[in-house]
C-alpha cells in the first residue's frame, strides 16, 4: 500500500533557480516552513548525478517526514527508493510503475482534461496539473489552462492534484478553491531569498479558511 505524502506545498527544484545556495539547503529550508513534497528535477544530470543528488537529499531531509519524487528518471527514483514523476511525453504510467515497482509513489503531468481522465488510479498516485499561468522557469510548457481549466482537469483526475505553473502566494487559496490538493512550485521557493520563509506562506495562504 503506498501512502500518498502531503502534497499541500510540493517543492519542485531547480538548480538554476537556486543558485549558490545549492538543491539540498533550499530543499532543508523549504521542509523547515512546511513544504512535504521535493521533487528533484534536472534536465541535464545523467542518472549518476540524480542519485547522488537524490541521496544527499534524502540524507539531509531524513527525520523530516518530507518525501523525495525524482522527475523522469525511473532508474534513479529506484535506487533512491523515491517516488517517480513524468510527463505525458515521458513514459506510459504503466511503463513507470513497472520500473519504479509497486511501493513508490507516482505523480503524471496532465495538461488536457482528456489526459486527466485517462489516468488509472490503479497506477497513478497524483496529477501535476496545468500549468495554470505562462512560467519563465518551464521553456516548453503547454498552453496555460487558468482557473477555469485547473478546475476542470482536476475534476477530471481520478486522483489527487496539484496546481502547477506560476503558482504564488496570493493563488494559494484560489488553487485550493478550484479542488487542488496542493500547489507545485518552483520559482515561488527556489527563486526566493527565505525558502523557509516562502514555503510557510504558500502553507498559510493555501491553508487559511475561506473568505
Ligand atoms: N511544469 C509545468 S509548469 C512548470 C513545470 C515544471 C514550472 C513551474 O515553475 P514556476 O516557477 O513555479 O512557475
Ligand atoms: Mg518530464
Not at 496542493?182 to 487559511?208: K, M, N, W, Y
Request: one cysteine or more; aromatic letters at 2%; glycine letters at 10%.
Amino acid at each position: 500500500m503506498r501512502t500518498l505524502p502531503d502534497l499541500t506545498v510540493y517543492l519542485v527544484l531547480d538548480d538554476a533557480l537556486c543558485g549558490s545556495r545549492g538543491l539540498t539547503d533550499t530543499a532543508v529550508r523549504a521542509v523547515q516552513g512546511g513544504a512535504r513534497c521535493v521533487q528533484l528535477r534536472h534536465k541535464t544530470a545523467d542518472t549518476q548525478a540524480m542519485v547522488a543528488m537524490g541521496r544527499a537529499l534524502l540524507d539531509a531531509l531524513q527525520g523530516s517526514g518530507a518525501a523525495l519524487i525524482v522527475n523522469d528518471d525511473a532508474d534513479a527514483a529506484r535506487s533512491l527508493g523515491a517516488g517517480l514523476h513524468v510527463g505525458q511525453d515521458d513514459m506510459p504510467a504503466a511503463h513507470a510503475r513497472a520500473l519504479i515497482g509497486p511501493d513508490a509513489i507516482l505523480g503524471v503531468s496532465v495538461e488536457t482534461p482528456e489526459a486527466a481522465a485517462a489516468i488509472d488510479p490503479a497506477l497513478v498516485d497524483y496529477v501535476g496539473a496545468g500549468p495554470v499561468f505562462a512560467t519563465a522557469t518551464k521553456a516548453d510548457h503547454k498552453a496555460p489552462v487558468g482557473w477555469d481549466g485547473l478546475a476542470r482537469l482536476i475534476a477530471a483526475a481520478p486522483v489527487p492534484a496539484v496546481a502547477i505553473g506560476g503558482i504564488k502566494p496570493e493563488h494559494a487559496a484560489l488553487a485550493r478553491d478550484a479542488g487542488a490538493a496542493g500547489i507545485a512550485v518552483v520559482s515561488a521557493i527556489c527563486g526566493q531569498t527565505d525558502p523557509r520563509a516562502a514555503a510557510a506562506a504558500l502553507h498559510a495562504r493555501f491553508t487559511e479558511p475561506a473568505s
